[in-house]
């Protein structure tokens, strides 16, 4: 494996003004992200650490801080509320275990991030990824959560939501992701 192939990935092309199309890109990030986290626990396990694998690791750290929980929030926000108000029994259950999908992935992630931290910052000697269950459930759970989101939630609260509110979504989105001192915004 070559250090070019473990570190980084661009940001989504789409933006803001296209609240659920931006969503989608988040979760390709996501998909990028876990790929990523999976390249580096065999990296590590093949070829020990070194520069890659710290920059692989500061890499998913910082998808997974920083974006993930804007994404859940997004989610929690402007998706779900609308199907939790429906008449529709099936929409408010689908909503109930992607909140509660949220909550698990927040969990196994707090789990998660103490061994990737210590990769990123002072490698330890061992090169087997002591989570090995969690990390599978992460991943599991994840993809899980994308596709009910996709097939049926997101289309779902399009329906629901008429152009100014979708409008507002995403301006929302995207007030709360600037950063202060530039006022540009960060990764969805």
């Known amino acids: 494996m070559t250090h070019t192939s473990l570190p980084g990935f661009a940001s989504p092309a789409v933006g803001f003004d296209q609240p659920f199309e931006m969503l989608q890109a988040c979760h390709e990030r996501v998909e990028r992200s876990l790929a990523l986290l999976q390249r580096l626990v065999a990296h590590v396990r093949d070829h020990g650490h070194d520069a890659a694998s710290r920059s692989a690791a500061r890499d998913v750290l910082r998808y997974f801080d920083l974006a ?3 994404h859940h929030l997004d989610e929690e926000r402007h998706v779900l509320p609308p199907l939790l108000a429906s008449d529709d029994a099936g929409l408010r259950a689908l909503a109930e275990q992607l909140v509660a999908e ?4 927040e969990a196994l992630w707090a789990v998660l991030r103490e061994p990737l931290q210590q990769w990123a910052d002072a ?3 061992s090169t087997t990824f002591p989570l090995p269950q969690a990390l ?3 991943i599991a759970v994840y993809a899980g959560h994308i596709a009910r989101e996709e097939a049926h939630a997101y289309p779902q ?3 629901l939501l008429d152009a100014t509110t979708l409008a507002d979504m995403g301006e929302e989105m995207r007030a709360r992701r ?3 001192a530039t006022g540009r915004t960060g990764a969805p």
């Open 123 to 125: 490698p330890p000697a």
């Open 157 to 159: 609260a399009q329906t």
């Open 178 to 180: 600037r950063t202060p």
């Open 136 to 138: 599978a459930e992460f």
């Open 68 to 70: 993930a929980p804007h």
């Open 102 to 105: 949220h909550r698990r992935m």
